[in-house]
């Protein structure tokens, strides 16, 4: 299980087909990486997750997300 930061630290504004304003935010992955020689745990945010109320969505592109529980496309608002 990804541990993902539960702040997005940006917001995206879509439309779902229907015409529905959504959010989708911006997560940060957090991964941990412990160095045995000094014991200490490093967290780094490198990589990201996209969410919709709790539930994770595919970027297709930087356009287009896709709800993959729904297959619902959001379209990201001008």
Known sequence: MQ????????KIECQDQ?????????HAIISESKSLMS????TSSSRY???MNG???V?????T????QTDQILKVKA
Request: charged share 30%; no cysteine.
């Open 49 to 51: 997750a996209f969410l």
């Open 59 to 63: 970027q297709i592109d930087e356009k």
């Open 18 to 26: 229907n015409g529905t304003s959504v959010t989708v935010g911006k």
């Open 3 to 10: 541990n993902i930061d539960p702040n997005p630290f940006e």
């Open 65 to 68: 997300f896709r709800v993959p």
């Open 55 to 57: 539930h994770e969505v």
């Open 39 to 42: 014991g200490k745990v490093r």
